[in-house]
């Protein structure tokens, strides 16, 4: 009679052998958002730009004043979907915010929909190849582990100036943490504190839509590059840069 397989050795269980499937239902967040942003991107394009919002503000501020729960709660939900898909529309959502629930609450709700629609494109991307990478760069030795492992030692303050600083697209800055073994925690709690400047300032444009509409003309968004708001941003990015500043003073004291 043939042997299949031997026994274990005696006071050792064997492993129960992992489904070949469950490689592949681990990319499955992954996928779902790639397949929903490629549909998004082609059903939604015409509805996500100012001429949309324009032509369809007065049903739905009818619709705020006659629901304001529903609207509230649906507009975190279409506004986190679309940070989540990567649609091209994030901006017009910061401003329809502004729009339709002024400075406040429109700045909570906006801070809220765009935090949950990054850690929605965080988890799935650790999930699906991010763990993978993470290991890989891990392994790999030289400059780029040495880059990961400062990222991970100083992430709260590298993570807070990606967020202030309008240099790294939003969509990356969900994808490079998930890449580099960033927790989830920091990843969150950095993503919320630090887009609300920018935030604050895109709402408080939305907010001012109603006489941009009356006028006909397109909101100023190259607001964010003017001296007056970009300089904040700068000195908040470099207050968050300090801990990594002492940190290698103290270091290179020590050394």
Not at 33 to 56: I, K, N, Q, S, Y
Not at 62 to 76: E, M
Not at 152 to 165: C, D, G, I, P, Y
Not at 206 to 222: I, K, N, R
Request: proline residues 7%; positive net charge; hydrophobic residues 55%.
């Amino acid at each position: 009679m043939n042997r299949t397989s031997d026994p274990p050795p005696e006071g050792e269980v064997s492993a129960p052998a992992a489904p070949q499937s469950r490689g592949w239902f681990r990319h499955l967040p992954l996928v779902l958002l790639a397949v929903g942003a490629a549909l998004g991107a082609l059903t939604l394009r015409d509805f996500l730009t100012f001429d949309a919002l324009a032509r369809h503000r007065e049903a739905l501020l009818a619709f705020r004043d006659a629901h304001f729960l529903w609207a509230s709660l649906g507009f975190i939900a279409a506004y986190g979907a679309i940070v989540a898909l990567s649609l091209p529309g994030a901006t017009i959502a910061t401003l329809a915010g502004g729009f339709l629930f002024g400075m406040f609450p429109g700045t909570l709700y906006n801070v809220i929909a765009a935090t949950l629609g990054a850690g929605l494109v965080f988890l799935a991307a650790r999930a699906g190849i991010g763990a993978d990478v993470s290991a890989r760069i891990a392994a790999r030795g030289g400059a780029v582990t040495r880059l990961q492992a400062g990222l991970q030692a100083n992430q709260w303050s590298v993570l807070l100036m990606m967020r202030l600083v309008p240099v790294v697209p939003f969509f990356l800055a969900n994808l490079i943490p998930a890449f580099a073994g960033i927790r989830l925690w920091p990843f969150v709690v950095t993503t919320a504190i630090g887009i609300v400047p920018g935030g604050i300032v895109f709402t408080s444009i939305g907010a001012g839509l109603g006489e941009v509409f009356a006028q006909g003309t397109a909101p100023d968004l190259g607001i964010i590059f003017s001296p007056p708001v970009l300089l904040p941003l700068l000195g908040l990015a470099a207050l968050s840069a300090m801990p990594i500043i002492i940190k290698a003073l103290q270091r290179k004291r020590a050394a």
